[in-house]
């Protein structure tokens, strides 16, 4: 997941700050490091009811995808 991912999810940078129960301080670090960190992103997952996917569920379900294909199913 993406910093700008989850300001256009929310809007603004500060409804994304306030949304997720950081500082708009913490996003805008976010967005100068081009990622948000790896545990904030299972967080957001939840806060967000799984619209907004951690790079840790898109890789898995990516990783299922690819093995259900190997197998046939």
């Given amino acids: 997941m993406k910093p700008e991912e989850l300001i256009r999810h929310f809007g603004s940078v500060e409804k994304a700050a306030a949304g997720v129960g950081v500082t708009p301080g913490a996003v805008y670090q976010w967005l100068t490091a081009g990622e948000i960190p790896s545990l ?25 995808i690819k093995e259900s294909r190997k197998r046939g199913a």
Avoid: G
């Avoid at 569920?57 to 990783?63: A, L, M």
């Fill in 40 to 64: 904030r992103q299972s967080d957001i997952e939840v806060r967000t009811a799984y619209k907004l996917k951690s790079d840790f569920t898109t890789r898995r379900v990516k990783q299922s």
